[in-house]
Structure formats: structure tokens, C-alpha cells
């Protein structure tokens, strides 16, 4: 009985499985790639032009029984059919799925194909897109337009015509290194003298193509042998084995292949041939995963550095299911086979992690002293049990990753203090275990805490600086009272250095304003209006009030002297209930423009200062304030130049890097 029913390949399977599979040209041409190995040849050119790809290679060709039966066959199991190696060379075929040949098409509209099989029999013949798509949509059978054969030597030529731009847009220089990292059997050489070699507009394809080996300084390989020549990694600093079983379960399950980290993440961020940040899984020579890395689950700071390319050939190993799909650059994932391998890799990672934190701060502890003969110094001035830890933490901050190089400075000066800080507490633990001691221990261990709480200090006063600085950039007189009124009273040092450990009394200043301070009714409006703000503060039993006045206002002494008064009395009643009858009160008017009789040239500042003594009051100005500031604070670096050994230890580092760049 004929059956009723019959399965069709409808056009969009077609798509799917070839012409909109694959989205750049590396991936295509890998699949060329992989055909002329599989067909036991011993080299591959391609050759790249404005309007055509041509990939040529010498292999065994196709006579017309392998031309239908196979390369016109989709879904041709070449495995299935031809076992697992290549009849002669006993090469491990790379081909799987028989829908390779379709990527062609995913790069070019056109495609033109000229074989000579072993024993002399040659077909050419042309393929267009269009006429693909018209012959499955009416008939679901396509005839390629036969042409006339040229070559007269073994092996394929396949020409792509008709490029698509976009797939086909990678340079030269880029797809070179593509493909370099997509085999580890190009420039293959087996121990039967068989030999893989391909080229790229007549230059051969190689290790040194891949453009990551050259940036490796730190490797790991799998295995028990190193398999990375020498002369491929010339950066590399340090390099380790690691086994290859990836579970002890399945001992066939190995892998070999390496990953490796370098200096800077930025030496992996490549334009032409995408990002090197990733980890390749490959087997039987050729990339089944671009990039197995995000899967991992592995988010320490090591991951940014890391490249590699690991070789899983137990992934297709003879016998077992298709793990890849259907482009062959990912891997269906809850297979047991990928699900063992992420799971080692990320306990590989895991585990060399912590060892590549401290080769890393060695390594870039080195530098540091090899680029600063200041440090260098500093290190022989340690004891010899400190010098390693100081050295790592001098390789760490030299391994922090900066957009501005400036901020190194600041990151050196906050490490060595902190680290000189906890070295003298050490020193000073044990002097303090000794029975007895003499001056000549206590003495530099006294001399050395007295230059640490200098530079301490000193870190301090720079930041007080950089604070006055902006200041002074606020040439309107509103916004400097904006920016006063908010964080002055939080630093009363800008009025008076004495006045840094100046404490609120919220309580006291609340009171003050509540029940003391409602001067509204002796004010008019404007005035009222002027008087935006008054705080009290403590420092060292001194009582400290602070009137801000709006900065375009102009008082005079009376007003000051009438304002003040009401101000001291005030707090003094409110003292006295706190038992406190003769406080020592100081009373500051900080002001925007000068006080009306300053400018009398019969009056001027004196007469201004002598009025407001008796309320120990006085007068300062907005820029005053901060040239006052400046002033003190500046004056008191240059006095503490000589004490502070941190700080002459990064002038030292600053004038070596500025004769490095002169």
C-alpha cells in the first residue's frame, strides 16, 4: 500500500541550515578549511580580492559520483558513510553534519566549483542563490549550471562571487588571525610526514597570527608536557602544568590546550579580529565553541586578563552524539560532556587564581622598584621579613588599572602609610616584649613615628588644600556663600586651624535660636532678609559663634556691635543655667563686602578691629578666608618637607618619571 503521507524540505530549512547560518567570513572559510583537511590535502591558499574570494587547495578532489553523492548532498554523514579518519592519511574527519557547504552561500550569491579527482576525472560547475531559491520553491530539486574544467592538477578550487559586504567586511589581517584561532592543525607536520599548511594572498597562516601568544605573560598548559614553543610567547614571564583529566569517572575524558592571562586587559581588545577576552574550545583540530569563558561562571578579577584555547577532542570523540550545533561554534549544554568541562574549567580557574594574584604583585612589584630606584631603596631600608609583603604591595597598586596615571601618585602615598603605620606597630609590639631597653633601639623607632604622623598629617592638609582650591575657583560672590554656608561649619578650620576639632552642640545652638536669637522685631525687612545664618560650636572649652551674612550685604560697626552683643549675652545666659558664669566666648562675622567704616580713610581696619575687642569679636571676608587658609596650610607643608619621609619618597618617583618623559 503507497503511504499518504511524504515529508518536503521547505526553502526556509535551507536558510536556516546554511545561507543565514553563519554572519562572517571566518567562520565560511574555516568550513573550506575543514573540507581540504578532511580531503587529506597539504595546503590550502585563499586569496582574498575586491569583488572575489578563491580557496584552493591539493587535496584527493571529487570525481561526479562525490560530487552529488556528497558535496551536492545536504545532511551527508561523512562519518556514518566513510568512518571516522580519511582513507589514507587515517586524518580524524572534521565534517559531521554535511551542511558545511551551504555557509558558502552565507558570503557570497555566486559560487563556482573546479575539482580534479585522483585519477584525473574533473568537473566544474556554478550555484547562484537566486536560482536555488527558484528551483526548491517549484520543484524542491536544483541542477548546478555546468562549466568548463581548468585545472590540471589534483584539488579544488572553489570561487565565491557576488560578495555580501557586510559578511565579507574583515581585512586581510584580520581574518588571518581568525583562522589562526580557529585550528591547532594548521602548520601540522605528523610523524608519517604528512603535513597541514595554509595561506592568505600568498602569506602562510601560523601561531603568530593568533596575536595573543605574543601578549602572555603568565600560562598554564594541560597536560605533561609544555606544548607552546618558546619562541611563541616572548612576553611570558612564568608558565605551569596542570593535568588534563576532567573528571576521574571517564579517564578517557582529557583535554590539553592552555589559557593564559596578560599585563593589561586592554592588550586584549583587538577592532579587526574581535576580543581576545575569551576561552576557544577545540577538537579534532578545529573550534567547536568560540567561546566557552561567560559560561563559566568565573567573575574574579583574573577573568579580565585571561585568554586561551583549550583542547577537548573527547567532545567528538568516535561513537558518541553530536555535541556541537548545527554552525559548529557552540555546544548543546546540558550534555554530560559539556557539563564536565565548564565544571573543571571554572575548578581549574578557581584554583590557579589566588597564584596568579601573587605573580602578578611580584611581577609588578619588580617593575616598580626597576622603574623607581626610590623604592628600590625604601625596600633595603625594610627589615628582610617585611620586604616581600611590601613588594607585593607595591606590585598591586602598580597593577591597578587607571584612566588618569596621575591617580598612581595618591594610590603609592595612601599604600606606603598605611603599610610604614602597620611596620611600626609591629617594631614598637616587639620592643615592647623586651625587658630592657636602650636609646639606641628607642630613639629611631621614636624618629620613624614621628615621621609617619607627619606625613599622616601632611595627607590631611593636602586634602584641606585641594578643598580651598575649588574654592577659589568660585569667583561669584553667591555662590562662594552657598557653597561657605554649606560645608563651613563642618570646618571651622578654614576660620582658624586651631578650631579642626571644633564639636557641634546641636542642642545648645537649637536652644539658642529658639528662645534667644528672634531678633525680627528689632530688624526691618531687609534686614531680617541679611542675617541667613548664625552656629555655635566648642573647641577646648572655647564657644565659637559664627554669624554668615548674605554676601552683598554691607554692615556696619554699630550694626555688628548691636547684633553682637544680643549674640553674646544670649549664649552667656544660656551658659550660666549650665553652671558655666564666665565662659570664654569668640564671636566671628563672616562677611562678603567690607564693613562701611573699613573704607573711611579716617576709621579703616583698625578702628573696625578695636570696636569689636571688647566682644572678642572680629571680621573676616570671603576671600580672606580662603587666602588665609591657603596660606597656613601651605606654609605648614613646607615645614614638614624635611619629616615627611612618604612624601620626599614620591617626589623622588615624580622626578624619575618626569626624566623618563623629558
Do not use: C
Not at 40 to 64: C, K, P, W
Not at 103 to 122: K, M, N, Q
Not at 274 to 283: E, H, K, P, R
Request: hydrophobic content about 40%; overall charge negative.
Amino acid at each position: 500500500m503507497e503511504s499518504p503521507y511524504e515529508m518536503r524540505l521547505d526553502l526556509r530549512v535551507l536558510d536556516h541550515l546554511g545561507i543565514k547560518l553563519y554572519s562572517n567570513a571566518a567562520a565560511v572559510l574555516s568550513e573550506a578549511v575543514a573540507n581540504s583537511w578532511d580531503a587529506e590535502a597539504t595546503f590550502v591558499s585563499i586569496r582574498l580580492s575586491q569583488g572575489s574570494i578563491e580557496i584552493e587547495d591539493d587535496g584527493l578532489g571529487m570525481n561526479l559520483a562525490q560530487i552529488n553523492g556528497r558535496f551536492l548532498t545536504v545532511g551527508y554523514d561523512k562519518r556514518h558513510v566513510e568512518g571516522e579518519v580519511s582513507p589514507a592519511k587515517k586524518r580524524p574527519f572534521m565534517g559531521r553534519k554535511g551542511i558545511g557547504k551551504l555557509a558558502l552561500f552565507s558570503i557570497a550569491d555566486t559560487i563556482e566549483i573546479d575539482s580534479r579527482a585522483v585519477g584525473g576525472e574533473a568537473h566544474a560547475f556554478r550555484m547562484k542563490t537566486a536560482d536555488i531559491r527558484t528551483a526548491m520553491q517549484a520543484t524542491k530539486e536544483y541542477r548546478p549550471v555546468p562549466l568548463s574544467p581548468t585545472r590540471t592538477e589534483q584539488g579544488t578550487l572553489i570561487r565565491l562571487l557576488d560578495l555580501k559586504r557586510r559578511a565579507t567586511a574583515a581585512t586581510e589581517s584580520g581574518l588571518r588571525k581568525r583562522i589562526a584561532r580557529r585550528f591547532t592543525i594548521i602548520g601540522y607536520e605528523g610523524t608519517n610526514g604528512d603535513r597541514f599548511n595554509v595561506e592568505i594572498n600568498g602569506n602562510p597562516v601560523g601561531p603568530h597570527d593568533r596575536d595573543d601568544l605574543n601578549k602572555l605573560e603568565f600560562l598554564w598548559e594541560f597536560g605533561s608536557e609544555e606544548r607552546l614553543r618558546v619562541e611563541s610567547v616572548p612576553r611570558l614571564k612564568k608558565r605551569h602544568l596542570r593535568p588534563g583529566v576532567v573528571t576521574e569517572q571517564k579517564a578517557d575524558w582529557m583535554v590539553r590546550g592552555w589559557f593564559g592571562t596578560v599585563a593589561e586587559p586592554k592588550q586584549l581588545k583587538s577592532s579587526e579580529s574581535g576580543s581576545l577576552n575569551t576561552l576557544t574550545v577545540v577538537a579534532r583540530g578545529r573550534l567547536i565553541q568560540e567561546n566557552i569563558l561567560d559560561k563559566l561562571n568565573f567573575n574574579r578579577l583574573m577573568s579580565n586578563y585571561l585568554t586561551g584555547q583549550i583542547e577537548a577532542d573527547f567532545l567528538d570523540a568516535p561513537g558518541l552524539e553530536d555535541i556541537a550545533t548545527s554552525d559548529r561554534q557552540r555546544l548543546i549544554e546540558d550534555d554530560e560532556r559539556y557539563v564536565a568541562l565548564t565544571h573543571f574549567l571554572r575548578s581549574e580557574l578557581v584554583a590557579v587564581s589566588d597564584q596568579w594574584t601573587e605573580m602578578r604583585n611580584e611581577v609588578r612589584g619588580k617593575q616598580a622598584e626597576e622603574e623607581n630606584p626610590a623604592l628600590k631603596e625604601w625596600l633595603q631600608g625594610l627589615p628582610e621579613g617585611q620586604v616581600p609583603a611590601a613588594r607585593r604591595l607595591l606590585g598591586l597598586i602598580q597593577g591597578v588599572e587607571l584612566e588618569d596615571e596621575s591617580e598612581r601618585r595618591d594610590l603609592f602615598r595612601a599604600g606606603l602609610t598605611a603599610f610604614e603605620r602597620l611596620r611600626l606597630r609591629e617594631e614598637s609590639h616587639k620592643l615592647g616584649e623586651q625587658k630592657a631597653l636602650t636609646a639606641e633601639q628607642l630613639l629611631p623607632l621614636l624618629a620613624d613615628l614621628a615621621s609617619l604622623e607627619a606625613a599622616m598629617y601632611s595627607d590631611i592638609v593636602r586634602s584641606r588644600l585641594d578643598v580651598i582650591r575649588k574654592f577659589e575657583g568660585l569667583v561669584d560672590g553667591n555662590a562662594k556663600e552657598k557653597v561657605l554656608q554649606e560645608h563651613l561649619f563642618k570646618n571651622l578650620w578654614l576660620l582658624d586651624p586651631g578650631w579642626e576639632r571644633a564639636t557641634e552642640s546641636p542642642r545648645i545652638e537649637q536652644t539658642l535660636k529658639n528662645e534667644f536669637m528672634d531678633f525680627a522685631d528689632d530688624l526691618d525687612e531687609e534686614q531680617s532678609k541679611g542675617r541667613i545664618d548664625i552656629r555655635y560650636r566648642t573647641n577646648a572649652g572655647e564657644h565659637i559663634l559664627v554669624e554668615l551674612k548674605r554676601a552683598h550685604r554691607q554692615m556696619s560697626v554699630p550694626e555688628l556691635i548691636e547684633q553682637g552683643s544680643k549674640y553674646v549675652s544670649a549664649l552667656k545666659t544660656l551658659l550660666a543655667r549650665q553652671n558655666n558664669s564666665t565662659p570664654s566666648i569668640t564671636l566671628v562675622f563672616l562677611l562678603g563686602r567690607a564693613v562701611k567704616e573699613e573704607r573711611d580713610p579716617h576709621l579703616g581696619r583698625n578702628y573696625v578691629a578695636e570696636s569689636l575687642q571688647p566682644l572678642r569679636a572680629r571680621v573676616m571676608y570671603y576671600d580672606q578666608l580662603i587666602n588665609q587658609a591657603q596660606a597656613q596650610y601651605a606654609a605648614y607643608l613646607e615645614r614638614q618637607k624635611d619629616k615627611d619621609k612618604v612624601g620626599a619618597l614620591l617626589e623622588r618617583i615624580e622626578a624619575t618619571k618626569q626624566a623618563k618623559s623629558d
